[in-house]
């Protein structure tokens, strides 16, 4: 793949993650008028994470091309190196405020394993880019997850203290399955919306809302146990009930959801970072937006 080709397929990724931060109402999580359910971030912080990610977003599409003829694991093994990095370098920036530490793991291992497909000649996204996820991420919970009790609880994170506690399994176990939220809901719901013709920004927050009344959002969980989790999930699936974003009652009902998340702190933050995978699979898959699409208005501004 030429170097070009490499960087555009970076860039989609790195887009994703910017974009994830843009869209509103995005009920709890932080967006363009407001910090949601959060007090020690907003998009400025989110913007500059985004900025320092981006140049390893496109190591791991490089990774991958190149290392595609090693074993998946193989490949697995060299993308978490490249994380660490990263992650390093994302906290550096942020002064140690967590902003996305979960969406480099989903972005940069589904970059990386992008990489690889594109280097077979195989399609992104399509089934067997999720398969190869599931692949490379074979035994992943069992190798990070299964010696954590030997372990002082104060030094576990907030996913190792529900695994331990709750058996949840978490981003790792969404990726050990092959990201099948992102595969069977938040993927279709994206394409779906856009196909309604609907704005960029309102598709994206009828996948965010299909996400949410899916996943067992570990972000969530962590804020408010399983009761919020309930509480997250039913109240999206009651916005979709209602019509999600295509309906002025859906529409009505999602900006209450975040007034009521962002009142009780609770943060989807995991339903986020699926979200901004959807998003990078369809720049990926699709190109990037036109301007016709970029410029369409939102419905919730009406």
């Not at 793949?1 to 989609?12: E, F, K, L, Q």
């Not at 967006?31 to 994470?49: E, K, Q, V």
């Not at 969404?174 to 960029?200: F, I, K, M, Q, W």
Request: hydrophobic share 40%; charged share 20%; proline share 5%.
């Amino acid at each position: 793949m030429p170097a070009t080709d490499i960087y555009r397929v970076g860039a989609c990724f790195t887009a994703a993650s910017l974009f994830e931060v843009c869209i509103s109402p995005s009920p709890g999580l932080v967006s363009p008028y407001d910090s949601g359910a959060h007090t020690d971030m907003n998009i400025f912080t989110f913007i500059l994470g985004s900025s320092v990610l981006a140049p390893y977003f496109t190591e791991c599409v490089t990774t991958g091309w190149q290392e595609a003829e090693q074993s998946l694991e193989h490949v697995f093994a060299e993308l978490r190196a490249i994380g660490v990095r990263a992650e390093r370098e994302l906290l550096q920036a942020t002064s140690g405020v967590n902003t996305q530490r979960g969406q480099l793991f989903v972005l940069g291992l589904s970059a990386g394993i992008a990489g690889v497909c594109l280097a077979k000649g195989v399609k992104v996204p399509s089934p067997d880019f999720f398969l190869a996820v599931k692949s490379a991420c074979r035994g992943l919970t069992e190798r990070d997850l299964s010696k954590l009790a030997k372990r002082e609880r104060d030094s576990l994170t907030a996913g190792e203290r529900l695994y331990m506690e709750k058996g949840y399994t978490g981003i790792r176990g969404e990726a050990e399955a092959g990201l099948p939220t992102v595969e069977r809901v938040g993927y279709p719901a994206l394409e779906y919306a856009l196909s309604r013709d609907v704005s960029l920004n309102d598709a994206a927050v009828h996948a965010l809302i299909s996400i949410m009344a899916h996943l067992a959002d570990t972000t969530v969980l962590h804020r408010a146990g399983e009761a919020g989790l309930a509480l997250v999930q039913e109240t999206a699936k009651t916005i979709l009930a209602a019509g999600s974003v295509f309906s002025a009652r859906g529409r009505d009902l999602t900006r209450q959801a975040h007034l009521s998340f962002v009142a009780t702190r609770l943060s989807p933050g995991g339903s986020g970072d699926l979200l901004s995978l959807s998003l990078a699979l369809h720049f990926q898959g699709e190109g990037f937006p036109s301007p016709p699409t970029l410029l369409r208005p939102s419905l919730f501004k009406g």
